[in-house]
């Protein structure tokens, strides 16, 4: 085997095995002896089990970040603010699901490990996901706070949160959605996803520039 093959194979292997287990639980022997190769091999393309998961998550987000970022500068060259934020939200998700089905971006698998991981709660490997995501998501966040004078920024950050975890569950899960519906409308339609993603998530960020949302908000939450 190719020292590329062997490579990609370990990745493979590994991003399967995180999915399944999780991080801590799976030992770097066992993601050798699934990949078919010795040890030496893992390490010597890898250095340690960190060193792979950081390239797993190099190969699936840097195109996909890459792309947002070119699709939020393209957005934020819209005049409208309500069309320059569905634009925005548009350029958040669209990547995720164009990509699904190859090394970049995401997929199932990808999709299904980070929300593993994310609830593993590892720290060295919660510090992968922060280098791999951070800088992208706080553009997609000034970018939303542009759109929307005056709104609370933590706010926004709150509501994003809420879109990335829609967006987790869509890919990963596409079925209920087909299942709940009686077979009406299919889960793995990427475009009927997107388009629903998009219109929920800007009624979400819409409202935090409504007039009077402040007064209503410590009306519901009293100090």
């Known amino acids: ?8 194979t370990i990745l493979e292997v590994a991003k399967d095995l995180f999915a399944e287990r999780g991080f801590g639980s799976v030992p770097l022997r066992e ?8 040890v030496g091999s893992v390490t010597y393309h890898f250095g340690d089990k960190l060193g792979l998961l950081e390239a797993i998550y190099t190969a699936h987000t840097q195109p996909m970040n ?13 005049s409208d ?12 998700v669209l990547p995720a699901f164009t990509s699904s089905h190859a090394d ?14 994310s609830a593993e709660g590892n720290p060295e490997a919660r510090q ?6 951070d800088t992208t998501t706080r553009a ?4 939303i706070a542009g759109c929307l004078p005056g709104a609370d920024r933590n706010a926004i950050v709150w509501r994003s949160q809420f879109l990335l975890g829609s967006l987790y569950y869509t890919l990963i899960n596409p079925e209920r959605i087909t299942r709940l519906s009686d077979g009406s409308t299919d889960g793995g339609d990427h475009e009927r996803a997107i ?3 998009v219109a929920t998530s800007f009624a979400s960020f819409k409202a935090l520039a409504e007039p009077g949302r402040k007064s209503r908000v410590q009306t519901l939450h009293p100090a």
């Not at 050798?32 to 010795?38: K, L, M, Q």
């Not at 603010?81 to 958040?92: I, K």
């Not at 997609?140 to 970018?143: N, P, R």
């Open 31 to 38: 993601i050798a002896r699934a990949a078919g190769v010795h």
């Open 104 to 117: 970049s971006g995401g997929g199932a698998r990808f999709t299904r490990m980070r929300a593993v991981l």
């Open 195 to 197: 388009d629903e993603l």
């Open 81 to 92: 603010d309500d069309q320059r934020l569905m634009a925005v939200l548009r350029a958040y």
């Open 1 to 8: 085997m190719a020292r590329a093959d062997t490579r990609q």
């Open 128 to 133: 992968i996901i922060a280098n791999a995501f």
């Open 140 to 143: 997609f966040i000034d970018a």
């Open 66 to 78: 890459a792309r947002r970022l070119e699709l939020i500068g393209e957005a934020m060259r819209i």
